[in-house]
């Protein structure tokens, strides 16, 4: 079938608004901050939003009027997911003190950032109101999801130390990131292509979140206390999506979500073993959220 010069127009501006809106979840930090925003799960979903927008662009073209909508986006809707919530429990070394830390730190036993990818299925359920006003869509949204995701990212290396008894020690550290129930409350705006509909949102999120720092000595046997912090975190969401009504009332949703909560210290000391001795690690709370789901308008 070919397209008018409304359908080209309307798909380039599918695109330039997918672009748009990719840029700003991968920018929502600094640049050089780009963490788990740069994962294989974002390309999937992304690719998945503009291919369902070009035929989306499809089929407003062939509609008898592009200002026109079959379907009345006004009211109340809620519905379930599924998906996957990425997070690569980013952590990075902070201020330390100690003649034998310092020493540690210079030889390399303490790294001064590692991560580890992991991805985990979720689900959860979510509701919302829209208010349209022509082609154009205004709403809230709020969502649960309920995932248990923990990243773990292990490091080891042979202490150089002359001094015994550390002379060939080896020093495994171990950095773990965990999630439990995610909530979000969102804005969200979109433009409409009759029973299609292309949006960004931004909002408020909260979580549990658990992260933990460990030392293990084995050659001396010793294995460190429980250094963590736990507790709700409070940040920011930030997604794109499109959804498509299957009949007046049911639709279909896909959307990638990036959620960035409060930044966690975990201060490290063992009095009792070494003292004086002391370092922090911050830990970046980050994930990714894709997922696909069924709703139900009112």
């Known amino acids: 079938m070919a397209m008018s010069g409304s359908g080209v127009k309307n798909m380039l501006a599918i695109t330039r608004f997918n672009r748009l809106m990719l840029n700003a979840v991968l920018d929502v930090k600094a640049p050089n901050e780009r963490t788990i925003w740069k994962v294989e799960a974002m390309v999937r979903y992304i690719m998945i939003l ?28 809620a519905g379930a997911f599924i998906g ?38 979720s689900g959860g359920i979510s509701a919302g109101y829209n208010r349209q006003f022509g082609r154009f869509v205004a709403g809230v949204e709020a969502d649960v999801s309920f995932s248990n995701i923990k990243s773990q990212a292990n490091f080891s290396k042979i202490d150089p130390n002359p001094t015994a ?28 292509f009759d029973r299609t ?7 408020l999120a909260a979580g549990k979140v658990i992260n933990r720092f460990t030392l293990d000595l084995p050659g001396l046997g010793y294995s460190s206390p429980g250094w963590s912090t736990q507790g709700t975190r ?12 299957l ?29 004086g001795e002391t370092i922090d690690y911050h830990f970046k709370n980050q994930m990714l959220i894709g997922r696909v789901g069924l709703y139900m308008a009112f």
Do not use: C
């Open 50 to 77: 503009g291919l369902l927008a070009s035929t989306s662009a499809l089929a407003a073209d062939s509609s008898a009027s592009s200002n026109t909508s079959s379907v009345d986006w006004n009211g109340a809707y």
């Open 84 to 121: 996957s919530i990425s997070s690569d429990g980013r952590t990075s070394r902070g201020a330390y003190q100690g003649a034998l830390l310092t020493l540690d730190v210079q030889n390399g036993l303490f790294p001064g950032s590692l991560s580890d990818m992991t991805t985990r299925l």
């Open 165 to 192: 008894p550390f002379t060939g020690l080896n020093t495994i550290t171990s950095y773990q990131t965990q999630f439990g129930t995610i909530g979000t409350a969102r804005l969200r705006g979109g433009m409409t």
């Open 197 to 203: 509909m292309i949006f960004a949102s931004a909002g």
């Open 234 to 245: 409070t940040g920011f969401a930030v997604g794109v999506g499109i959804e498509h009504r």
């Open 247 to 275: 009949t007046d009332r049911v639709g279909v949703k896909f959307e990638a979500i990036g959620i960035d909560l409060q930044d966690s210290v975990v201060n490290a000391v063992d009095n009792a073993t070494f003292p």
